[in-house]
Nanobody, 123 residues
Framework: QVRLVESGGGSVQAGGSLRLSCAAS????????MGWFRQAPGKEREFTAA????????KYGDSVKGRFTASRDNDRNTAYLQMNRLEPEDTAVYYC????????????????WGQGTQVTVSS
């Protein structure tokens, strides 16, 4: 059974940073791409970032380019999302997801996702 557990969310002031983690189990971690999505109240789920199995290919949503960085530690079966220069518009529940590749994740195609972690950015 695939399980994804996000952590690291919280409340921060604008301009601050947070690092989200996603611990995966029940999946061959080195065979999948990992993605991050977010959903703000009243809005659709939005693609945020994706990283290929080897960490070579990275994709980002336009609103987070230059501020967020995806990474992964295949020895720990964990993916990360470093979020810098946070803005109030980044407030959302952040989900990690497993996908076949980064292109698929960017299209919103994912096989499994976690329960989400709340990120709140105050001005």
């Amino acid at each position: 059974q695939v399980r994804l557990v996000e952590s690291g969310g919280g409340s921060v002031q604008a301009g601050g940073s947070l690092r989200l983690s996603c611990a995966a189990s029940g999946v061959r971690f080195t065979s999948v791409a990992m993605g991050w999505f977010r959903q703000a109240p009243g809005k659709e789920r939005e693609f945020t970032a994706a990283i290929s199995w080897g960490g070579v290919t990275l994709k980002y949503g336009d609103s987070v380019k230059g501020r967020f960085t995806a990474s992964r530690d295949n020895d720990r079966n964990t993916a990360y999302l470093q979020m810098n220069r946070l803005e109030p518009e980044d407030t959302a529940v952040y989900y990690c997801a497993v996908g076949a590749n980064t292109d698929a994740l960017q299209r919103g195609e994912y096989d499994y996702w976690g329960q989400g972690t709340q990120v709140t950015v105050s001005s």
